[in-house]
């Protein structure tokens, strides 16, 4: 009853669409209304809804994905879901699940297996990464045609590698104080 009612410009501005809602929360029944409906699959989150999050995600592929909702995900990939819209790939997050049926479906709708993460680079696919702690997902990436040779090529060859501002061990300890400082003295 809401659908032919709801203005598309007033959801449009709101900055989410009913459609994250519907993944976000696992509600496949209205998922698949709103599909049928017309509303965009490919709608992103504004960038004031995404801040929200901390993993910046935008679409509702992401939210579908994140859930480990297969069903979800599959609906949202047949209606034209773009899996290379959100900051980290939704096949990162599939991979870090270890659900196989969920690396398929992306797969097979064209998700980036070369995915890297643009806030952490690395000079070799954060896909690799992730699936380190599966090595059957790992296998099966490499099968696929996933881009191990950029794990075993460094750009400083047999070389030195330059020398780090920082020594490892300082990185957890406290930070001191930089201003003044008061010290009591006991005059008695």
């Not at 989150?45 to 509702?60: A, F, G, I, M, V």
């Not at 899996?83 to 991979?95: H, K």
């Amino acid at each position: 009853m809401l659908i032919p009612v709801t203005s598309r410009t007033r959801v449009k501005r709101s900055g989410i669409s009913p459609l994250h809602l519907a993944a976000e929360r696992n509600n496949d029944d209205i998922l698949e209304e709103l599909i049928d409906a017309g509303y965009d699959v490919n709608t992103a989150l504004s960038n004031e809804r995404s801040c929200l999050y901390e993993d910046r995600r935008t679409t509702p592929l992401y939210f579908a994905v994140f859930n480990n909702n297969i069903y979800a995900t599959e609906l949202l990939l047949q209606a034209g879901a773009n899996p290379n819209v959100d900051l980290i790939n939704p096949l990162l997050i599939s991979i870090r699940h270890g659900c196989l049926k969920t690396m398929k479906l992306l797969l097979d709708h064209g998700a980036n297996i070369d995915a890297y993460i643009s806030s952490h680079p690395t000079a070799f696919p954060a896909t690799i990464m992730f699936s380190m702690k599966y090595l059957s997902v790992l296998k099966y990436l490499l099968d696929l045609g996933c881009d191990a040779g950029s794990c075993f090529e460094c750009r400083y060859g047999n070389g030195p590698h330059p020398a780090l501002n920082y020594r490892r061990d300082t990185l957890n300890d406290p930070q001191l104080a930089k201003g003044p400082t008061v010290v009591q003295v006991s005059t008695a």
